[in-house]
T-cell receptor
Framework: ELKVEQNPLFLSMQEGKNYTIYCNYSTTSDRLYWYRQDPGKSLESLFVLLSNGAVKQEGRLMASLDTKARLSTLHITAAVHDLSATYFCAVDGGGGADGLTFGKGTHLIIQP | DTGVSQDPRHKITKRGQNVTFRCDPISEHNRLYWYRQTLGQGPEFLTYFQNEAQLEKSRLLSDRFSAERPKGSFSTLEIQRTEQGDSAMYLC????????FGPGTRLTVL
């Protein structure tokens, strides 16, 4: 059974600081995804990582993938309040199904 | 707006009633997915379709749950004899590279 673990599950940080969210998964997978979810809202796609060593950046967010370590990171640079949200990583596969297996999410609060 | 749409956005029902939710995917996407999300958790995969074929349904939570996509366009998710534990957000997604999620249907079972 595919398992996806994120840490930390909760993070409170100040504006201007840097931090990293970690996502570990238990079996080989083709793709890793990062999503953002605001309270009461649906999920917004941030990044799709397709291969070992993939790195993608959008604004203050940068995601990377190490398939050998089965690890992805989401790095936040110089955080701003607008980045406060819950961030999920998700992996393809698990039991032969094509659905995504999600982590529990990292609830991020960025304080002025 | 050409994103994934879901209807209704909110549904309140009494225990034992049947409910049906609709999802309209992005038009050029032939894969459609249903997920359930409970408070404080990540979405949980339920089932998916490629065109009209339901290729995975073993993850449906019980035999009270069923889904259809009769013409390969919109899909419906039905829950029969609802229980309070069915209260959750039901999300639909369609795939083009990433999976793009709709706004969800929030179900409350009283």
């Amino acid at each position: 059974e595919l398992k996806v673990e994120q840490n930390p599950l909760f993070l409170s940080m100040q504006e201007g600081k840097n931090y990293t969210i970690y996502c570990n998964y238990s079996t080989t997978s083709d793709r890793l995804y990062w999503y953002r979810q605001d309270p009461g809202k649906s999920l917004e796609s941030l990044f799709v990582l397709l291969s070992n060593g993939a790195v993608k950046q959008e604004g203050r967010l940068m995601a990377s993938l190490d398939t050998k370590a089965r690890l992805s990171t989401l790095h936040i640079t110089a955080a701003v309040h607008d980045l406060s949200a819950t961030y999920f990583c998700a992996v393809d596969g698990g039991g032969g199904a094509d659905g995504l297996t999600f982590g529990k999410g990292t609830h991020l609060i960025i304080q002025p | 707006d050409t994103g994934v749409s879901q209807d209704p956005r909110h549904k309140i029902t009494k225990r034992g009633q049947n409910v049906t939710f609709r999802c309209d995917p992005i038009s050029e996407h032939n894969r459609l997915y249903w997920y359930r999300q409970t408070l404080g958790q990540g979405p949980e995969f339920l089932t998916y379709f490629q065109n009209e074929a339901q290729l995975e349904k073993s993850r449906l939570l019980s035999d009270r749950f069923s889904a259809e996509r009769p013409k390969g366009s919109f899909s419906t998710l039905e829950i029969q004899r609802t229980e309070q534990g069915d209260s959750a957000m039901y999300l639909c997604a369609s795939r083009g590279g990433a999976q793009f999620f709709g706004p969800g249907t929030r179900l409350t079972v009283l």
